[in-house]
């Protein structure tokens, strides 16, 4: 589980480090994080997110990985694809997010995605 955690964050970083658009100085894209801060109240957000954002940090995620307005990033191993929510939130409309799931994930999501 560690080791799929660390290749999808690497992944992420290196291609949105390599689609990387203009940014400030040091980086951040307040009007990002702003979407993010956003769509974590949003009246429509799936319940079964919210218990997370606690010990994920959605908001110093993105701050951290620098996703910036009109990026595209890959998520590999989106699972049932909290982080590909985040990180489209923080591209906003002319940002893509491309989220690979592998079919033994799909499986073990306990029903996720028939519900949904």
Request: net charge negative; glycine share 10%.
């Amino acid at each position: 589980m560690i080791a799929h955690t660390v290749a999808r964050v690497g992944a992420a970083v290196l291609l949105a480090a390599g689609c990387a658009t203009s940014s400030t100085p040091e980086g951040v894209d307040e009007a990002a994080l702003e979407r993010v801060r956003a769509a974590l109240i949003a009246p429509d957000r799936i319940a079964w997110d919210k218990p997370f954002d606690a010990s994920r940090k959605p908001v110093e995620y993105i701050r951290f990985f620098r996703v910036r307005t009109g990026m595209t990033v890959l998520d590999l191993g989106a699972a049932a694809g909290y982080t590909a929510e985040i990180i489209a939130a923080a591209g906003g409309p002319s940002g893509r997010v491309y989220a690979q799931i592998d079919d033994p994930v799909i499986g073990l999501q306990g029903g996720f995605f028939d519900q949904h």
